[in-house]
């Protein structure tokens, strides 16, 4: 691990940052993969030039975005990262946002929109080539519920799923995840009111209905009209 004699002393947030940026080079300048050991703290010490106490600190910081992973009696690992911090984040400033001007919740529904409308001649090709076959069977489930005066997060959130794994990009599914459970969270307390679960189910079917033209402009254009009822509450 290469330090350049930066493992002097420079102010406790200085340390902080350089061992955690020296962590994260270690790892990609061998190429290390999730589960891969990493060295023992006695090692790390040597190597950075650094006291157990602020090492710690700085492990405990990557261990929170999940670069790496502390298994306790067993030693210090590579991590899978995931965006659970993303998330994190976003839940409490969504849920400070309701007590505020909605700007946040606002945001997060913007950006949604805008990947899941930008993604649409992707999908629409990918529907073409391979048919539609994973999703008729989740809008009839979301019909059947709505049918009986329910909501069905589940089949909602299926659907979504659906529409994207064909694409082969698993960040894309991983960040439509985070704005789906965050924005979950908030929908029952949004003002105004809310849209019924005929209204939502029928959102669906016109996606649905839109992808089979094979035409990614009409598609688009009905992905933003799914998304109308929420802005519609959030008095936009």
Do not use: C
């Not at 990262?81 to 505020?100: H, I, K, T, W, Y």
């Not at 990918?126 to 989740?138: A, K, M, N, V």
Request: hydrophobic letters at 40%; proline letters at 4%.
């Amino acid at each position: 691990m290469t330090t350049g004699g930066l493992s002097r002393a420079r102010g406790a947030a200085g340390n902080q940052t350089f061992i955690r940026d020296a962590m994260k080079s270690y790892i990609l300048e061998r190429g290390l993969k999730a589960g891969d050991p990493l060295p023992n703290e006695q090692d790390l010490m040597a190597q950075l030039g650094v006291g157990r106490h602020p090492l710690r600190e700085a492990m405990k910081a990557l261990q929170a975005v999940g670069i790496i992973e502390i298994r306790h009696g067993y030693g210090t690992y590579v991590g899978e990262v995931n965006l659970q911090s993303l998330e994190d984040g976003l839940a409490f400033r969504m849920s400070q946002s309701m007590s505020g001007d909605l700007r946040d919740v606002q945001n997060v529904l913007e950006v949604r929109q805008a990947i899941e409308v930008g993604l649409a001649d992707d999908v629409v090709r990918q529907f073409q080539e391979h048919g539609y076959d994973t999703l008729e069977p989740i809008v009839e489930r979301m019909e059947a519920q709505a049918a009986e005066g329910n909501y069905f997060p589940a089949e909602d959130w299926a659907f979504h799923r659906a529409l994207y794994e064909p694409l082969g990009n698993a960040l894309v599914i991983d960040l439509l995840s985070v704005f789906w459970r965050t924005f979950a969270q908030v929908d029952a307390r949004l003002p105004g009111a809310r849209y019924t679960p005929a209204d939502a189910a029928a959102w669906h079917r016109d996606l649905l209905q839109a992808l089979t033209t094979g035409d990614p402009t009409t598609y688009a254009h009905s992905m933003k009209s799914h998304f109308n009822g929420i802005h519609t509450r959030l008095g936009e």
